[in-house]
């Protein structure tokens, strides 16, 4: 809700683009300014965010079969102060990524297209069942990894079960049988120091939300030296870039390779409608903006309109990922400080799939379009 000065504006979003937006001249509604203030105050005795939790039924009754399941949503809210009044953002999240199997359903199939192929899957859940190491997940802001992080830890309690506690800043989702902290900076307790309180109750499996510095990423690095398997998140482009930002932070190159077992990029698409998308060429500038010009002239799809996507041509999102992982081979190179670009060719001749190519793979199968893979994949 954005107050300016003479409308207020207030927009609907969904899957990272505006469904609609309705305006309203400020003078019909002279309480606006006094209730968002009065919001405002409220987020701040709660420091900041609100967070308040509901529930909703979803039943769908077809061929005999009925069908409910419970979703569980936490509404975010923030305000921003501006010239005009305050600038009001709420987002809400579906909680409700149940257990074990619907978990592992996010990352293996919705409707015949699976965010991570067969090898990916195989690669990630090896990796996360292994009793120690560092497990990373990349990708910028709004990209997904914390819902990939989330998925892979109900997949990982599913499985095997264990102690298994988090440090976040703040608490995304809620989950039911995990022991989560959150990070409290105004009282400035910060991930280090939760973390070694952490230490001390032994726990199996470790999530981090984010390494933010080097005490952090040491911290990490000790605890999976010491027989726990920790997941994180870090702000690099690529996979094979969290060994670059790692040592950039001051971690020593021989630490990432004992410790690095896997590191996954991820950015998320929008998923075309397959009810009405249109099939086209790929021009050869296209092709050539992607960097592959051999596959000029491809069948690519565009969105169309229709009622199963209520116009919008799409529905949903998936994550385009990049699986990166660490053999003994991949550890002694990281440990000789090879460069970014070194480790990308290892993993490109053994036949890895990087960012690009899960993309230009998704778009083929018209999954997505040439636009949207530009936007994710290109221009970063
Ligand atoms: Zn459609």
Redesign the pocket.
């Known amino acids: 809700m954005k107050p300016l000065l003479h409308n207020l504006s207030a927009s609907v979003r969904g899957d990272a683009s505006t469904v609609s937006t309705v305006q309203a001249l400020r003078r019909i509604w002279p309480q606006w300014g006094l209730r968002m203030d009065g919001l405002e105050a409220a987020l701040k005795r709660k420091k900041g965010a609100g967070a308040k939790g509901c529930n909703w039924a979803a039943s769908a009754e077809g061929d005999g079969l009925k069908m409910q399941r419970v979703h569980s949503a936490q509404v975010h809210a923030q305000t921003l102060k501006t010239f005009h009044g305050s600038l009001t953002t709420s987002d809400s999240v579906d909680v409700s990524l149940g257990s074990g199997p619907e978990a592992g359903a996010y990352l293996v199939a919705e409707e015949g297209a699976p965010p991570m192929n067969d090898r990916d899957l195989g690669i990630f859940r090896q990796t996360i069942t292994r009793p120690h190491g560092l497990v990373l997940l990349t990708g910028p802001t709004g990209s997904g990894k914390s819902t990939t992080l989330y998925a892979a830890l109900e997949d990982l309690l599913h499985s095997r079960g264990g102690n298994v506690i988090t440090v976040e800043d703040p608490i995304e989702y809620e989950m039911p049988e995990v022991s989560q902290v959150e990070i409290d900076s105004a009282d400035k307790v910060s991930f280090a120091k939760a973390l070694r309180s952490i230490l001390r109750h032994d726990p199996d499996v470790i999530m981090i939300g984010e390494i933010r510095d080097l005490e952090t990423a040491e911290i990490a690095v000790k605890a999976s030296l010491t027989g726990h398997l920790v997941f994180s998140t870090l702000h690099t482009n690529t996979a094979a870039g969290v060994v670059t930002r790692l040592a950039d932070m001051g971690l020593k190159p021989f630490l990432i390779a004992a410790t690095l077992r896997l590191a996954v990029a991820q950015r998320l698409v929008r998923r075309l ?1 397959n ?3 249109v099939p086209r060429a790929l021009s050869e500038a296209e092709a050539a903006m992607l960097g592959r010009p051999q596959i000029a002239g491809r069948s690519v799809y565009e969105a ?6 209520a ?3 799409y ?1 949903g999102r998936i994550a385009l990922i990049e699986c990166f992982d660490c053999d003994e081979s991949v550890a002694k190179m990281i440990g000789e400080g090879a460069s970014e670009e070194m480790l990308v060719s290892n993993a490109r001749e053994r036949n890895r799939a990087l960012l690009m190519d899960d993309a230009i793979g998704k778009m083929l199968a018209g999954v997505t379009t040439y636009q949207e893979v530009l936007e994710a994949v290109v221009v970063w």
């Open positions: 409608c009810q009405c998308r169309g309109q229709c009622v199963y996507c116009g919008r041509g529905l």
